[in-house]
């Protein structure tokens, strides 16, 4: 209820100032909508901008997984290979 009622004083006041102060009103109103203009078409570029850079980097080409495959799989074996020589050396060290 108190925000009901000092809505709407503020809003009593602000068209009294407005009736009283209508040409520094203006005045301000004509200063003040090119600056914001000015700061909103900067910030939309911006914004362009950092969109713009963010689709070139999606237009990057992919990096050939097919050959690490491959590579992987090579890898794997070489492991299990290595897994068993280990092993084999494990028993022949407890056989001693």
Partial sequence: MKTLIGGAVAAVLGIIGLSVWWKPFLQLLAGGV?????????????LGFDELKDSWKKEEPAIDTSSNKDEVEKYKQEIDNLKKEVESLKKEKASE
């Avoid at 090119?34 to 911006?46: E, H, I, N, R, T």
């Fill in 34 to 46: 090119p600056a914001m203009l000015l700061l909103g078409g900067a910030l939309a570029v911006y």
